[in-house]
């Protein structure tokens, strides 16, 4: 499990460290990380460290001075190390102390001509963007010069990935201690590039944001044993499809029979195309142990929607099914109730405009999650789950844009239902859910059909494993 930390927790275990610790040895744990990373960046582009042209984007804070200490030790090992401040007078003293003492120098203007920058101007205690000084650096920085973070890029709200202004978009991200949740949430973790976690020693708690990886997922998938059949490992309901749109139905079943549930039930106007594609579907109404509804279902059947959140089962809401949920009904379930709508359908639950919600995902699907007493996975460039009562969000770290296609999000919602019916908490289905689906994407490469990610779930499922 990839874990991530909110900038009060971060501090808090930095200052119970640093009241263990002779001053100045934890920045000086960070400064040698990175300047591990970036002498591996060079090494691999030009073969060496020694005479390669370094600039360092200084800024007053800590980040700036760990910026400076490890400019010293690339200095060391013969690199032109040059510090651009932010502000002059309000460089980190030790550093560009031990930086001078290197060899290195100061300049007031960026270099045309580097191999590499360093991007110390903000720390994580950054909100709303870069100011106007520390913009214009950024706008300086060459084109095609590779740019390493450090701990996070500059303008990128540590807490939450939201960029409210100019900001750094870094190749490498050097980070300390911990996860911060704006490294892997977008739109911050799109500017993060590749992240690499520097260990200084922290003691943390409980997480605010964790990402599964393989051997989560592995855990979490249900298996049969020898005594399964096909009622006990599951039954997952789908009413889904319409006239106007019969291929979500066969979309949602698709992902469904691939979820690891023992047997689908269709109930909807499309039988005729699901059980031309996927005869091993069973067709009208039976028992399940949980129901996904709302792909393609068209407008006019919210009575539907309502009768099943009545019911006793694990219901997956998706899609025309999200149209006027009553939360009051939600909150009142004593079953799972996942929710999964994109960020227009967020929006019109939340009553905001589309661009509050991908601007402020991670605030976003907690308000949701609260005010519905559901869980709810947030589609988009990172899918987010969030479950009421404060647990940690899941992020996911699959995804690729090339999901971003018609009916991709209706394979979704009939796997992760499948995952419910199997007997996965709304919370374990829909991150495990969003995983396989982005891996199965991955596998298919692109441009890809919906269907083609369905296609792809057993080999994803067969990845988790190995």
Known sequence: MRTAYSVETVRAAERELMARLPEGALMLRAAAGLAAVCAGLLTRRRGRVYGARVVLLV??????????????????????????????????????????AAGGRVAQAVPQRSDLVVDGLLGIGGRGGLRPAGAALAERIPPGVPVVAVDLP?????????????????????????????LLIDPGASRAGAVHLVDIGLELPEPEVEALQHADVARLLPEPTATSDKYRRGVVGIVAGSAQYPGAAVLAVAGALRGGAGAVRYVGPAADSVLARYPETLIGPGRVQAWVIGP???????????????????????????????????RARTAPTLLTPHAGEAAALLGVARESVE???????????????????LKG???LVASAGGRPVRVNPTGTPWLATAGSGDVLSGLAGSLLAGGLSGADAGAVGAYLHGLAARRTGGPLLAHQV???LPSAWRDTRS
């Open 296 to 330: 393609g279902l068209g407008e006019g059947r919210a009575g539907e929607v309502a009768d099943l959140l009545a019911g006793d089962a694990a219901v997956l809401v998706d899609a025309d099914g999200l149209r006027g949920l009553d939360p009051a009904v939600l």
């Open 59 to 100: 800024g007053p804070g800590d980040n700036g001075g760990d910026a400076l200490y490890a400019g010293a030790r690339l200095a060391r090992r013969g690199a032109a190390v040059t510090a651009v401040p932010m502000d002059p007078e309000r460089m980190h003293a030790g550093g560009l102390a031990a930086l001078r």
């Open 154 to 182: 500059s303008g990128v709200d540590a807490d939450t990935g939201e960029v409210a202004g100019p900001a750094v978009t870094a190749d490498v991200t050097v980070t300390f201690g911990a996860y911060k949740p704006g």
């Open 359 to 377: 601007a402020g995902r991670l605030a976003a699907v907690r308000r949701l999650a609260e005010r519905y007493g559901a869980t709810v996975l």
């Open 454 to 456: 369905a296609e792809s």
């Open 381 to 383: 460039s990172t899918t």
